[in-house]
């Protein structure tokens, strides 16, 4: 977690790239791939610092991000692959979820992520189109919540889930699921078409 002065900047940062993801994921897909390996590697090594340790939390979150970016720009067809398993796990969860309790076993998980994978490799196109569509929807829902929370001075919970599972929403954001499946869908259908008037 940021401290509190850098937390509205990174909300906001969180949107624009999340709208990008969305709406033009497909055709600048090795620049979504720096920006979300940019953000997975500095949550990680920033995660490492403690928060009382400013500058070292912001000098770790800038470093690992730009590991994180070189990464996945240089090993974009594994972003690709990522993005399918990706996929697959979302969805492994978001059935178990309505059939199960708890978790979805391991091994289903894995099978489904690694199928999500091969698939992936497969059709590009499309699951490119579809996990940056959704993906960088699901992005913006997570930093307007959190500006939201930055300008109201309150702080969402560190300890909560719902970052990770669009399908279960923080407490009182119910509206949530539905804005994230509806911002996923126009995504994908402004990518088609961008990539529909590209062809021709």
């Known amino acids: 977690m940021l ?26 897909f ?12 500095a949550l990680i090594a920033s995660s490492v610092m403690g928060i009382t340790n400013t500058a070292g939390m912001i000098g770790a979150a800038l470093l690992g991000g730009l590991v994180g970016a070189l990464v996945m720009m240089m090993a974009w067809f594994v972003g690709v692959a ?12 978001l059935v178990w979820g309505q059939f ?6 391991a091994v289903a998980v894995i099978v489904v992520s690694v199928a999500g994978a091969i698939v992936s490799m497969l059709l590009q196109r499309y699951v490119i189109i579809i996990g940056t569509a959704f993906g960088g929807a699901w992005t913006m829902i997570v930093g307007t919540v959190n500006a939201m929370a930055a300008r109201g001075g309150a702080r969402p919970p560190a300890d909560d889930v719902w970052i990770l599972y669009p399908m279960t929403p923080a407490p009182g954001q119910r509206w949530m699921p539905i804005a994230w499946l509806a911002l996923g869908f126009v995504g994908v ?8 008037k590209k062809k021709r």
Do not use: K, N
């Open 82 to 93: 990522l993005v399918g398993a990706g996929l697959g796990a979302l969805l492994t969860h």
């Open 189 to 196: 259908v402004m990518q088609l078409g961008f990539a529909g």
């Open 100 to 105: 199960g309790t708890g978790d979805p076993p």
């Open 3 to 28: 401290p509190p002065a850098y937390e509205l900047p990174a909300a906001i940062f969180l949107v624009l790239s999340g709208a990008i993801a969305c709406v033009a994921g497909y055709r600048f």
């Open 30 to 41: 090795r620049l979504i791939l720096a920006i979300y390996g940019f953000i997975f590697g």
